[in-house]
């Protein structure tokens, strides 16, 4: 079974351009995940949806990021203006529940660099 | 509010020494407890968790876990380490969404 993929793994933009980011939950994940890790900075929930629905945004830094679950698959999360703070490892993690014990997949993450 | 603290951003232990990594947690309600791990240009993967059901958890890779309620901590354990197990380690409170604490880097010598 294939696990959590995402796209690109590496992305190097200037500030002021716009980037997306994709994600791919295993199969049948109706839970998906965004976090990121800034460096030198602990690894900080995003948001949460469920299938297709925004269950938590809470964690989202401003109105600079924006999430989307089209159709309850794959996961697209969009910086549109990138700033030079926006800059670390994006991490996407997909689960098939949504209970504090349920355990979320990780993807390998996208390394975000601003210049 | 929970929250998890891990003590040592670096640790350096030999091959075969014994590996402990320390968290403490701090919770208001019982937690839900895991310990991810991360190899060198991979994603984060699960080592174990802790759920309530039994306070020793063993995990993969020969690791193990003990939640201990008096000392509010949740440390990671390996017998014996081998030269794979050098990576990042990380320690999660679970409340639905995952909080981590800061990582401990571990690398292993000869």
């Known amino acids: 079974e294939a696990g959590v993929t995402q796209f690109p793994s590496h992305s190097v933009i200037e500030k002021g351009q716009t980037v997306t980011l994709r994600c791919d939950p295993i199969s049948g994940h109706d839970n998906l995940y965004w976090y990121r890790r800034v460096m030198g900075k602990e690894i900080k929930f995003l948001l949460h949806?469920?299938?297709?629905?925004?269950?938590?945004e809470s964690g989202m830094p401003n109105n600079r990021f924006l999430a989307e679950r089209t159709g309850g698959t794959y996961s697209t999360l969009k910086v549109q203006p990138a700033e030079l703070e926006d800059s670390g490892v994006y991490f996407c993690a997909s689960s098939q529940g949504a209970r504090s014990t349920d355990t979320q997949y990780f993807g390998p993450g996208t390394r975000l660099t601003v210049l | 509010a929970q929250s998890v603290t891990q003590l040592g951003s670096h640790v350096s232990v030999s091959e075969g020494a014994l590996v402990l990594l320390r968290c403490n947690y701090s919770?208001?309600?019982?937690?839900?407890l895991f310990w991810y791990v991360q190899y060198p240009n991979q994603g984060l993967q699960l080592l174990l968790k802790?759920?309530?059901?039994?306070?020793l958890v063993k995990g993969i890779n020969g690791f193990e876990a003990e939640f201990k309620k008096s000392e509010t901590s949740f440390h990671l354990t390996k017998p014996s380490a081998h030269m794979s197990d050098a990576a990042e380690y990380f320690c999660?409170?679970?409340?639905?969404?995952?909080?981590f604490g800061a990582g401990t880097q571990v690398v292993v010598t000869p």
């Open positions: 949806f469920v299938k297709e629905s925004k269950q938590d």
């Open positions: 999660a409170v679970s409340w639905g969404k995952l909080q």
């Open positions: 919770s208001s309600v019982p937690p839900y």
């Open positions: 802790y759920t309530s059901a039994a306070t």
